[in-house]
């Protein structure tokens, strides 16, 4: 334990480390870093450091930019991310943008993030260029250190691609004196970038090791690498970027176009062997543990009922282990981010107290709560114990509405709802949402801390985290947070799969089975079978695309989802809604209105909003910079 709990604090916790923070006291000269092996290491953790918090509420828009998270920080001021990207009124541009990552930029805007990804990358290739030069330097230290840092340029580099689609390749070290003509290229195609990167991930995977043990939890495996190869690929062949004729125009200074509007199916395949090379290393046997090398997390005891068992499974993949080294091939320890989640996802502590006890702001949209399975894994509006119901009301006899019953077990592992339980305190508890109760509106909009959709999120909170009101401290479960975790690899090989042929392969329906056998459900044929069989074409697409949200709900995958299917625009402007978050009573609470989002309006404007703009500051050093399409 105290091992697992050193890796989560020493390893992707060192974001605020600078250059300067690894060369040792009185030598300020870069070669006092290679002196020795302990300060090269140093060096190498620091560059992990320039990864982004992915997770962090304000930093990125990852976690609640999609449509399956909304907070409200202030009062009447409600956020589908800190500052959102897909507001009306959102101030994100050229020259005021929150979410920068390209590179240093002056005049940021209050509450920005600037993360300088090229100097992480800059970085790396130093490491590269002279760890060989370490007197002490084993050859096994040598090689593996080597594949880390192939990895963070690949990773680092995949990042910014996720976030401006064709960016500047940083193929080597750049001196800080080179000439300016070396410095202002063009961006590359998008071609060429996933390219350059899939070749980063493969060096790094032939150099990794299968294994670092529990002190190094968080540094990059032979897994690591392949998976993140494998989302690399499945991205580079999805409708966004893949054959997209709104790129038509969008041309380097010389008129090299720099997306392909021309579909190619093949990418497809290349993103299914990408996967299948993935799986077979995770399903690979460890030779000290007899297990496959990952696999899917489980807690729960076997002879519970599927229900309660798939639920505890799930539940527990997130917040029971400090560090789940079973299931997550890459995750982040920061105890900061993991103390907000549960801060400010917890229903009230003290009523009519703002300022005490948990806080309820990061909660789960209507949408989200929709978007769950029935009990027989399968859609509410197609299923036939609930496609012909009214879901928004209450059955007689009951207290809650029709659309909290019959539900599978991830949807009460992961939301709290009005007469529904929660875990928290050391205790479970009933969940009172109502206008004036506990858990519910304050009916004061100005108020700030609570649900404006009338749910909570119970997914990344563990029953033993608590609160004292007498001393108004917090005790914190501590766990890490998954950044790629092993049925991503599952659904990447089925989603490539039905792309490439059109259908479900039978490893296709396994890999779907094992993620639902572990929470609980039926098998995906099994399901089907229910209502005449698996469907075909663009309505499998459509499963396909439910199965992979409903996993990572509330995980930050919904964000880029979205974009890569193209299906943002057609999701994110429609206008949330919420239960009457201030009705008193059963009646009056359980009606579906508009979610108050303090007067702003959701907009998503394609192609703007797929991309983060390039800050202007870097455009007017780099004339051969051109900014991305719509700003």
Not at 42 to 63: A, E, R, S, V
Not at 406 to 414: C, G, L, V
Not at 539 to 568: C, M, N, P, T, Y
Request: charge should be negative; proline fraction near 6%.
């Amino acid at each position: 334990m105290k091992k697992i709990l050193l890796a989560l604090t020493l390893l992707f916790a060192t974001a605020s480390c600078d250059f300067l923070d690894v060369v040792p006291e009185g030598s300020p000269t870069q070669n006092d870093i290679y002196r020795t092996q302990a300060q090269a290491e140093k060096m190498l953790f620091m560059i992990y450091g320039k990864c982004p918090d992915l997770y962090h509420t304000q930093y990125m828009p990852d976690f609640n930019g999609g449509d399956d998270l909304i907070s409200s920080y202030y009062g009447t001021v409600r956020y589908f991310s800190w500052k959102s990207l897909v507001y009306a009124t959102s101030q994100e541009s050229p020259t005021n943008t929150y979410f920068n990552l390209w590179g240093t930029t002056s005049g940021l805007p209050t509450g920005y993030s600037s993360y300088n990804i090229y100097e992480g990358i800059r970085y790396a290739y130093n490491f590269l260029n002279n760890i060989g030069s370490v007197p002490d330097i084993t050859e096994k230290n040598l090689r593996i250190w080597s594949g880390e840092a192939h990895f963070l340029i690949a990773h680092l580099h995949q990042i910014l691609l996720e976030y401006y689609g064709p960016i500047v390749l940083a193929r080597e070290e750049i001196d800080l004196n080179a000439p300016a003509s070396s410095v202002n290229v063009p961006r590359s195609t998008y071609d060429e970038c996933v390219n350059f990167i899939e070749e980063e991930f493969r060096k790094a995977a032939d150099m990794l090791p299968d294994y670092w043990g529990d002190i190094q939890y968080g540094r990059a495996i032979r897994a690591t690498a392949l998976a993140y190869r494998a989302r690399l690929l499945l991205y580079a062949a999805s409708p966004l970027v893949n054959g997209n004729p709104d790129y038509i125009g969008f041309n380097n200074p010389d008129g090299t176009p720099l997306m392909s509007t021309t579909y190619d199916p093949e990418k497809w395949k290349r993103a299914l062997d990408a996967a299948a090379a993935a799986i077979a290393l995770a399903d690979e046997i460890n030779p000290d543990t007899k297990k496959p090398k990952y696999d899917l997390y489980t807690s729960a005891d076997s002879s519970l009922p599927d229900d309660e068992r798939g639920r505890k499974n799930y539940h527990d993949t997130f917040v029971e282990e400090p560090w789940n080294g079973a299931e997550f091939i890459l995750a982040k320890g920061a105890q900061s981010g993991i103390q907000a989640l549960q801060r400010y996802g917890g229903p009230r502590s003290i009523k009519g107290n703002m300022s005490k006890g948990w806080k309820t702001t990061l909660v789960p949209t209507m949408e989200a709560v929709e978007m769950y399975y029935t009990k027989n894994g399968l859609p509410l509006d197609v299923d036939p114990l609930t496609k012909d119901e009214d879901l928004y009301s209450v059955a007689p006899g009951d207290n809650t509405a029709r659309l909290h019953r019959n539900r599978e077990p991830r949807f009460y592992a992961s939301i709290g709802f009005d007469r529904g339980t929660f875990e928290i305190d050391d205790k479970i508890l009933t969940l009172q949402l109502r206008g004036g109760e506990l858990h519910g509106s304050t009916l004061k909009e100005t108020d700030e801390y609570q649900s404006c959709t009338g749910y909570l999120c119970q997914k990344w909170i563990h029953k033993s985290s608590t609160y004292n009101q007498s001393k108004n401290s917090y005790n914190y479960r501590k766990y890490a947070y998954p950044y790629l975790r092993l049925p991503e690899l599952f659904y990447n090989y089925a989603e490539a799969d039905f792309e490439y042929n059109g259908s479900l392969s039978p490893l296709s329906l396994e890999y779907l089975n094992r993620v639902r056998k572990r929470c609980g459900l039926p098998r995906f044929q099994d399901s089907w079978a229910l209502v005449g069989g698996i469907p075909s074409g663009s309505e499998l697409r459509k499963v396909l695309h439910q199965e992979r949200s409903i996993e990572f709900l509330f995980e930050g995958r919904r964000f880029h989802d979205l974009r890569r299917w193209k299906e943002a625009p057609e999701v994110m402007n429609k206008e949330p809604r919420s239960w009457n978050r201030d009705g008193k009573t059963q009646e009056d609470f359980y009606q579906v209105i508009p979610a108050n989002q303090g007067g702003r309006v959701r907009v998503f404007e394609a192609p703007k909003s797929y991309w983060l703009a390039i800050p202007m500051s870097q455009i007017n050093k780099n004339p051969n910079l051109v900014q991305n399409p719509g700003y």
